[in-house]
């Protein structure tokens, strides 16, 4: 997901709030919530189902009572972290193109490389190892998953249709299958894929998606 923070790290850093005696102001108190938002999203992306309260507390500089005050369980912080992030996803960048077929490529290329990021994958296995997560983010993993991936290519379709470069009486349909056949292709890993097909994949992806949506499997004229 393009707006999810980046993995890799060897340990996330502990950073330091400062604070004043006695009871925080509503600044410092925004600022203690966008540490442990940010810290808890790294540690989450860092150590996905290993994460601790305890790791968050150090890497956002807060104590573990602090971090208690604000959310009474580790399900409940990282449900909102993810929550945050996904209720701040937009559209897939998509490149410009010339015609329909252009334009389908360099959807189905970006959206093939937001799902492929080691980010957007950690996310994902995080909330599906978590029958908690699962339940509580449906809702928002739907809304997001429409901003971000149906909604663009809906808009590619209808503006085909009206140029007439393509002819489809469904539009939002025809979205859907597309949207399932691009998930479908991220599912294999890329180190997998070779071992699971029996043989290297030919060419680029997207352009064989987009072939097979303009033309099918019929020989041309």
């Known amino acids: 997901m393009d707006n999810i923070g980046v993995v890799g790290k060897a340990d996330v850093e502990a950073r330091e709030v400062v604070r004043t005696k006695g009871r925080p102001s509503l600044a410092q108190a925004d600022e203690i919530n966008r540490a442990l938002r940010e810290a808890a999203m790294q540690v989450l992306l860092v150590h996905g189902e290993g994460a601790t309260i305890n790791a968050v507390a150090k890497a956002a500089g807060l104590t573990r009572k602090s971090l208690y005050a604000r959310y009474p369980s580790k399900n409940d912080l990282f449900v909102d972290v993810i929550r945050e992030a996904l209720s701040e996803v937009g559209p897939v960048k998509i490149a410009p193109g010339n015609d329909f077929k252009e334009q389908l490529e360099n959807y ?16 994902q296995r995080i909330i599906m190892l978590n029958p908690v997560y699962v339940s509580a983010l449906r809702d928002d993993l739907l809304v997001a998953s ?11 379709l209808e503006h085909a249709n009206k140029r007439g470069e393509i002819v489809i009486d469904d539009p939002h349909s025809t979205a859907q299958v597309l949207i399932k056949l691009i998930f479908a292709e991220s599912a294999m890993p890329d180190d997998r894929a070779d071992e699971w097909y029996g043989q290297p994949s030919k060419g680029n992806q997207a352009e064989l998606i987009a072939r097979i949506v303009l ?7």
């Open 108 to 123: 189905i290329d970006s959206a093939l490389a937001v799902i492929a990021k080691p980010e957007s994958r950690a996310v």
């Open 146 to 156: 429409r901003a971000m991936f149906f909604e663009p290519l809906l808009a590619i």
């Open 215 to 221: 033309y099918g499997l019929l020989p041309r004229d």
